[in-house]
C-alpha cells in the first residue's frame, strides 16, 4: 500500500512540485498517486517504484506522482529536485522573477537566505518560519553525538475521526537510522481526507516543509496545546484542506500531524497520542507465489504493529521490466478501495474483499530520446484484496496484477516462516 544544493533549494524545490499537485488542485478533477513508476537513465533504474527521495532536510517525497484526470488520461511528474539529479545539472531559484533555474546559473545569482530560527520558551526544538519558500522548520541544537536508533519509535495516536483507516507506515532511511516514523490514515482517497502524523526522534536534521513562495507562515501560526505543553497549529490554506499540528514532548521527540482536520479536532487526535507497546507480528510468508517473484529487501518495513513487503520479477531487456506486487499485514484495519464496490470472496473460509485490476492498462513506462528503456507495474493493474483472520485478528492486504483465483491462492498460502 505504497501505500519529500542547499537547504532551502531542496525543500522548495521538491515541495514546489508537490504543492502544484496537491489535493487542493486536483480534487475536483482526478486522482493522484505515488511511486508505481521506476525512473531510468539512459537503461539504467536510478529510483525503483515503490521508494521516496529524501531531501537534505530529511523530508521524504514521492520519487513519482502519476495524476489520472478525470477523461481517464495519465500524466507521471518527477520533482524537480529528481531531474536535477538525473541530469546533473545545478538548481536554484530567483524570487524575483518567480522562476526556477536549472543548468548553469545567472551571474549573482545566490541561494534564497533562510529565515532566522527563533527560540522558543520552554521548548528544546527551534522554529524557523517564512522566507522566501514559506517554510515551516524545526532544528534542535546539533548533539555532541548522535547515534543510530534500534527500532522506531513506537508514539502514535490511539485516536482517530470516524471512518478512518490504516492506509501505511514509514520509517526514515536517511540520515540516522530509525529516527522517525509516519503513519498515514485515509477514509476515502477521492476526497482528500488523510492524515499522516511523524514522530522525529532528536537529531541534528532540520525537520519541516515548505508551502509556497512568499507565504507567510509566521502569520498563519496559532497557539495551541498538546497534554499540558505548547504547540503550534497552522492553517495553510483557508479552505482548511492542509492544517498541521507541531509540538514536542519531554523526551524532545518532535510530533508533525498534518489533515484537513479543524484545530479542536487536530489537538483531540495530539492528546491521543501513546507509546503503545504492541506484541511483535508473527514472522509470515507466502507457500506460493506466482514463479521469479523475490522479495525486495530494501523496499520493505517490520515493525511490531505493521509488516509491509514488496516483492519484485525482473526481466533483462531491452527494455527492462518489473513486475511487482505488494502486500501488508497489521493489527490495526487497513483501507482498501471505497471509490468502486469490491467483490465478496474468501480466503481459507474467510470471508474477504476484492477489487479487480484492470490487467490490460499500460504499464508505467520511462523513455530517454523517445525510446522505452524500462516498464513496470501500475497502479490501475493493481488489484487489492482485503481480509481479516478472525483467530489472530490480523489484517491483512495483498495488492497485485493478477486475477482473483491466482490472488486468493496466493493468499490462502500464507503461514508462518
Request: charged residues 20%; negative net charge; hydrophobic residues 35%.
Amino acid at each position: 500500500m505504497k501505500k519529500r544544493i542547499t537547504s532551502f533549494s531542496a525543500g522548495f524545490l521538491t515541495a514546489v512540485l508537490l504543492l502544484a499537485l496537491s489535493a487542493t488542485a486536483l480534487a475536483a478533477g482526478g486522482k493522484v498517486s505515488y511511486n508505481f513508476a521506476n525512473v531510468a537513465l539512459d537503461g539504467e533504474t536510478k529510483n525503483a517504484a515503490g521508494a521516496d527521495i529524501t531531501a537534505a532536510n530529511g523530508q521524504k517525497v514521492p520519487g513519482t506522482i502519476l495524476f489520472t484526470d478525470a477523461a481517464g488520461g495519465k500524466t507521471n511528474y518527477l520533482p524537480i529536485r529528481a531531474v536535477s539529479e538525473l541530469l546533473g545539472v545545478e538548481i536554484g531559484y530567483d524570487s524575483a522573477t518567480k522562476t526556477i533555474l536549472l543548468g548553469g546559473q545567472p551571474a549573482g545569482k545566490t541561494a534564497e537566505p533562510a529565515s532566522t530560527a527563533e527560540t522558543v520558551s520552554g521548548r528544546q526544538w527551534r522554529r524557523e518560519l517564512g522566507g522566501e519558500d514559506g517554510g515551516i522548520h524545526y532544528t534542535r541544537p546539533s548533539p555532541k553525538e548522535v547515534r543510530d536508533y534500534d527500532a522506531p519509535p513506537t508514539l502514535r495516536p490511539t485516536w482517530l475521526p470516524e471512518g478512518y483507516l490504516l492506509l501505511g507506515a514509514g520509517v526514515g532511511r536517511g540520515g540516522v537510522r530509525n529516527d522517525s516514523v509516519t503513519w498515514s490514515y485515509v477514509k476515502d482517497e477521492t476526497s482528500g481526507s488523510k492524515i499522516t502524523f511523524t514522530c522525529y526522534r532528536p537529531t541534528n536534521r532540520s525537520r519541516g516543509s515548505n508551502f509556497g513562495v512568499g507565504l507567510d507562515t509566521a502569520v498563519l501560526r496559532c497557539d495551541a496545546r498538546v497534554q499540558g505543553r505548547p504547540a503550534d497549529f497552522y492553517q495553510i490554506y483557508d479552505d482548511g484542506t492542509c492544517n498541521i499540528l507541531v509540538w514536542e514532548d519531554a523526551a524532545g521527540n518532535l510530533f508533525w500531524l498534518q489533515g484537513t482536520q479543524d484545530q479542536a479536532t487536530c489537538e483531540r487526535i495530539a492528546e491521543s497520542v501513546r507509546d503503545v507497546k504492541d506484541d511483535p507480528l508473527p514472522a509470515l510468508t507466502f507457500g506460493w507465489i506466482p514463479e521469479g517473484f523475490t522479495l525486495d529487501t530494501e523496499g520493505g518495513l517490520t515493525m511490531p504493529a505493521i509488516v509491509e513487503e514488496t516483492w519484485a520479477k525482473k526481466t533483462q531487456g531491452p527494455p527492462t521490466s518489473t513486475d511487482m506486487f505488494y502486500w501488508t499485514y497489521s493489527r490495526e484495519a487497513l483501507f482498501g478501495p471505497r471509490s468502486t464496490q469490491p467483490e465478496s470472496v474468501k480466503v481459507n473460509g474467510v470471508q474477504a474483499q476484492y477489487w479487480p485490476g484492470d490487467l490490460d492498462a499500460r504499464s508505467n513506462t520511462a523513455s530517454v530520446s523517445g525510446t522505452v528503456t524500462a516498464v513496470s507495474t501500475s497502479a490501475d493493474q493493481l488489484g487489492p484484496l482485503l481480509w481479516t483472520d478472525p483467530e489472530t485478528e490480523i489484517h491483512f492486504c495483498l495488492e497485485a496484477p493478477f486475477d482473483r483465483d491466482t490472488m486468493i491462492r496466493m493468499a490462502e498460502s500464507i503461514s508462518p516462516k
